[in-house]
């Protein structure tokens, strides 16, 4: 089995319930009909009965509750809780109500801060930012984390590398220049997630454009920094770097550039250096080694809530259903 199929069977094994907000986009019905024929998660729409009607034409998603804001009796409950958390930020009630009406997305996350859903998936058509705002604001972070972080898990076929192919990549969504400080707290939830989802030892990276040195400039002091604080926070963790990729995931590259170093070679879990890398990494193994790309899936948020690339398939959502549902039973 790959590695979704697997986390597909966890899903199956104690079923969550999931909001998807993105019923304007035809690919949210077909990933719906997908998740619900396969019993990976309980579905709920938000919509009118007529906008899901319409949306999901020729599609069997009877199984899905559809959650209209204008006609549900949580609403109410929901635009008085969204002015307590935002009033210091100026949240009028009127604009709570305009908001809750109007935005899907913000009443999915609602739904999730309320109680009357496990997590969501959205981000099939709007962007990263616009998508993860609400989310850092209204859910905000675990207890006990500073910060949010994305990453990417990657399924690459026909690869002897990282985990039989499967990866961590972080990160590739959220954090556009992370400090070292930050850096490092972004490898420590990354080797967690890894351990949640791949059930197996994380094996963490630190990446540059530097192996152990082998350059000079102030983006490799950055890295340089991050490992070490990362390595004094968390010493159980098999963690190392500076490391250019091929020293960090091929083992007789690893064993020439830092033949001392029990990670180089043998990594899982990849941190780049900043969200350029990150993201433009993620795209590249996505579409030239075609592999499976999820993501950008959310650590150290108080809820799972996840985020989809644009240029998701309906596929791609059912897989990050499937990882938000599983984030849901860790809880
Ligand atoms: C997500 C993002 C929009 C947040 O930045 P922003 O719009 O400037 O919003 P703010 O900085 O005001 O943050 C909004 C809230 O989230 C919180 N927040 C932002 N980033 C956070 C993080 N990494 N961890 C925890 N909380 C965070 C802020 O503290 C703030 O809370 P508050 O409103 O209660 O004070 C920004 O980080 C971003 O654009 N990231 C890049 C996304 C992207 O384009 N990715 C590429 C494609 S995947
Ligand atoms: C993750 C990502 O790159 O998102 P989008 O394609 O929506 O910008």
Partial sequence: MGFIDVIKERAKSNKKTIVLPETEDRRTYEAAAQILKEGIANVVLVGSEEEVKKGSEGLDISGAVIVDPAASDKTAGYIDKLVELRQKKGMTPEQAKEILLNQYLYYGVMMVKMGDADGMVSGACHSTADTLRPCLQIL?????TKLVSAFFLMAVPDCEYGANGTFVFADSGLNQNPNPEELAAIAASSAESFQLLVQEEPVVAMLSHSTMGSAKHADVDKVVEATKIAKEQNPELK????????????PSVGQSKAPNSPVAGKANVLIFPDLDAGNIGYKLVQRLAKAEAYGPVTQGIAKPVNDLSRGCSAEDIVGVVAITAVQCQAE
């Fill in 239 to 250: 963690l190392d770097g500076e490391f250019q990729l091929d020293a960090a995931i091929v």
């Fill in 140 to 144: 905000k972070t675990k207890p006990g």
